[in-house]
Every structure is written in C-alpha cells, then in structure tokens.
C-alpha cells in the first residue's frame, strides 16, 4: 500500500499538468504606438506533436531554455502605419511572455517619413531574447533575433 501512494501521487501531478497544458488558449492583442501605428500579435500553444514527430528537432528555438518543447508559439506580428500593412517575420519565436504580452516589451522608433524600426524584448521568465525589425516602405525585416546575453542586454538597455 505503501508503494502505491507515491504511484497514484505522480500518476495525478502528470494528469494535472498534461490538463494545464491542453487548457493553453491563443492570445489576440493589440498595442497603440500613436502616429497611427498599431501592432497586432497573435501568440498559440505549441503543438507537441510536431516537437515528438521531428525527434525535438524543429530549428532554431528562441526562448525556451532546457531543450524541451515550448508551450507557446509566436503566430504573427503585423504592423500598421496608416494603410500600410506589415506582416512580420516571427519564424523561430516562441514563449514571448509570460503570461499575456505587454507593450512595455516593444518599442517603435520612427526614422523619417518612409521608415522605422520595432524592437521587442520576449521572455517567459526563464529564457529571454531579442528582435528587432527595420520597416521601410511598408517592407519589413528582422535585422536581429539573439538570445545572447550581451546583446540581449545591449537591446534591453537601449531600443532604439
């Protein structure tokens, strides 16, 4: 009887972490930066099938420390200045919070009438990273994507 105490505990923590899991739902926003520029974002639970069916191996994985899979997937980001709209590039970005997003993890900075750059700071609290986006001409590209802790820092501590 003994034994089956610590089997029936383990056996109800893996069924309540596995529940926590499936009960992860999308995250919609919308940030205002004024000067008619808005960022939309839309965040999704990682599918671990994919993660089990390619052996752990899907790329370069931002934001997840530890090597296992992610439970959150940066989905999009689209910016839009006036008519303009931008769709930017996300590939690779998971855990981009921890919780919900905030606009305090963005920062727009306008360069001229053409052009601009967006730079976010994305942690779940335990791996942190950087990108940042130029956008000219409503073209946009990621100039960087780093976890290094440097650069992280050097983001971090000026965003523009």
């Known amino acids: 009887m003994k034994k089956l105490i610590p089997l029936v505990v383990i056996v109800s923590l893996v069924a309540l972490l596995a529940g926590n899991a499936e009960q992860l739902e999308a995250q919609n926003g919308r940030f205002d930066f004024g000067h008619g520029i808005t960022l939309e974002y839309h965040i999704v639970p990682f599918d671990n099938k994919v993660f089990r069916q390619k052996g752990g191996e899907i790329g370069p994985v931002y934001g997840v420390d530890g090597g296992g899979p992610p439970s959150t997937k940066l989905e999009k980001l689209v910016l839009r200045r006036g008519k303009s709209v931008t769709q930017l590039e996300v590939s690779c970005m998971y855990e981009p919070a921890a919780g919900k ?16 750059t967006l730079t976010g700071s994305f942690s779940d609290a335990a791996g942190s990273y950087v990108a940042k986006w130029l956008i000219v001409d409503g073209i946009g590209v990621r100039t960087i994507l780093s ?14």
């Open 101 to 116: 997003m905030l606009k305090s993890q963005l920062h727009v900075r306008l360069i001229n009438a053409r052009s601009m």
């Open 147 to 160: 976890d290094d802790p440097e650069i992280v820092s050097c983001v971090e501590s000026h965003p523009e």
